[in-house]
């Protein structure tokens, strides 16, 4: 049984002209150990996959109108606000983006991290103050007895997301979800914060959720990877498999949008046009009006996520054959 | 760097550290350390005063509207002496007890009653949001003074009344705006945060959302404990208020309003009492804010060099 199962799940916003699906049945599941990336374009509702499962959604305007998830067993849909906060933290972590904004500003770094012992009630061995030392060593920062003690904006960015990240693993939980951790950070800083999460998430074995549009912490950090688009899942392969051959005309199209250096190709092809209105998405296939390879049939009928390969499929009528 | 004592957990231990921070933090801002002597001075008054250290407090016509600054006489007498011959200083002390006492107890319960619900309003929202919004409007929609006044004649005039009376007339203010605080710190990331580790709504409140709140609270107290005290003296100057022979520096200010051009001392130096007294709270709320502002305590213990 996968550890975090997600199954056709809506998410929808009220706004005043309409609602806006945000999620449109998408499904995926989760194993233990397993680094999965969410690859998509801004808007493609990564973000909003992550706030459904930390029950983060805001409600009023946004809504969670049928689908389920499931965490080892549980359906996290039909919990209690109180149990589900109970593993928030505990069994799931989220990562966010922005470091500093999730911060408290005016309590020092080590006290923001002893709160998630105290927050559920944990005593760890040894007391709640040096399993915070030891988590600070653990990710890295220097002189961790002098760096508690300190605010956040006394660290650098990179810091920060670290200690963001101490925070999520502080009570080694099942799933951590990363959203887009490294997008606010230098390339340098990138690097060394994405062989943190991959080492500190070893530590415990946990599975992960990556959120990005990083193709290139992808291709360093994720086992397996569901490309998104409106909304949708259309494509989800083995990290190797995807950069190989991928097989939907989308994510064809947003691997040739991006330079490489292992290619011969010269010039980058982009996606024609731009991401979907989410109040007017196309009839039938989401992606039509920018994919090349699209028929009459694709603007009737919604294409179904299908096996197309030994544990990959795709969202595609007309997928791109094999290379 | 700066080095602080900011605890990475509230122990026992590190209170005594905690305390000789603050007071460090209060030596880095001369205008607080001014504003704190005041405010021992008026605590030595109202220890004088409840302690009977005073000399008595007779009528003597023969020092009626007595002029201050003449040291030739008794020390009682060196700000003058009142209409009845009273001595001026004497009389400013023996009102410090009820004029604090009342503008203290008064903001106090305004400002924890009215954070709390405005906290609350602002947070949670919905229905007890709106009936805590609606009932502010409903007070704020009469004249405050009319308000006191209707109040005062139905229950009579007490310190006790006259200090509930001023609480409910001054709470919406602060209700207000510890919503519209709330509703701002609600929104940033951080509560999100708190709430995806774990975190419960009491947690959240206590935790995250009532430290950035309260800098703002304070500061409207502390310029609120003015207008108390002025509010005060003018319904006593109606007869609601505070009833002689007790006294107080707003009644003061307004019985020596008759004498402004034969005897200026009378209204001078308890109007002056009160400017000082709140000139210094509002600074010790601003050391207050800049120390509980990590980005900005540094501006208070520098490093010698």
Known sequence: MALLEVKDLQVSFDTASGPIFALNGVSFSLERGEVLALLGESGSGKSVTASAIMDLVPNPPGAIDRGSIRFDGTELLKLSRTERRDLCGSRIALIFQDALAALNPVYPVGWQIAEMYRIHGRNPAGGVEKAVIDLLTAIGIPDPERRARQYPHEFSGGMRQRIMIAMAVALEPDVIIADEPTTALDVTIQAQVVDLLATIRKRSDAGMIFITHDLGVVAELADRVAVMYAGRIVETANVFELFEDARHPYSVGLLGSQPRLDTDEDELVPIPGSAPNPLALPSGCAFRTRCPRAEGLCAEVVPPLETVGPGRQAACHFPVSPA | ?305
């Open chain 2, 1 to 305: 760097m700066t080095d602080t004592s900011a605890e990475l957990l509230p122990t026992r231990e590190r209170r005594s550290r905690r305390i000789l921070w603050l007071l460090r933090a209060l030596a880095g801002d001369p205008m607080a350390v001014a504003a704190a002597i005041w405010l021992l001075i008026v605590v030595l008054a109202i220890l004088t005063d409840s302690l009977s250290l005073l000399g008595d407090n007779r009528i003597s016509l023969k020092a009626r509207n007595l002029p201050p600054f003449d040291f030739g006489q008794s020390w009682t007498l060196w700000l003058g002496a009142d209409a009845l011959g009273r001595p001026l200083l004497v009389r400013l002390i023996q009102a410090t007890s009820t004029t604090i006492g009342i503008a203290v107890v008064t903001v106090l319960t305004s400002l924890i009653g009215g954070t709390l619900l405005g906290v609350i309003a602002g947070y949670f929202g919905g229905v007890v949001g709106n009936v805590i919004m609606r009932i502010c409007d409903i007070i704020l929609g009469f004249p405050t003074l009319l308000v006191a006044l209707f109040g005062l004649y139905l229950f009579g005039p007490s310190v006790g009344n006259l200090v509930i009376v001023l609480a409910i007339t001054r709470m919406p203010a602060y209700i207000r705006v510890a919503r519209a605080e709330t509703l701002e710190v609600r929104e940033r990331l951080f509560v999100d945060a708190a709430r995806v580790f774990g975190g419960g709504p009491t947690w959240i409140l206590r935790t995250h959302i009532l430290p950035s709140v309260a800098p703002t609270m304070l500061t409207l107290a502390s310029v609120n404990l003015a207008m108390v005290m002025l509010f005060e003296s003018g319904l006593s100057y109606l007869g609601l208020g505070i009833q002689p022979p007790s006294v107080s520096w707003g009644l003061m200010v307004a019985q020596g309003q008759g004498y402004l051009s034969s005897a200026w001392w009378l209204g001078f130096f308890p109007g002056l009492a009160v400017m000082l007294t709140t000139m210094s709270f509002n600074l010790l709320a601003n050391w207050f804010r800049i120390v509980n502002d990590p980005s900005q305590h540094w501006r208070l213990v520098k490093r010698r060099r």
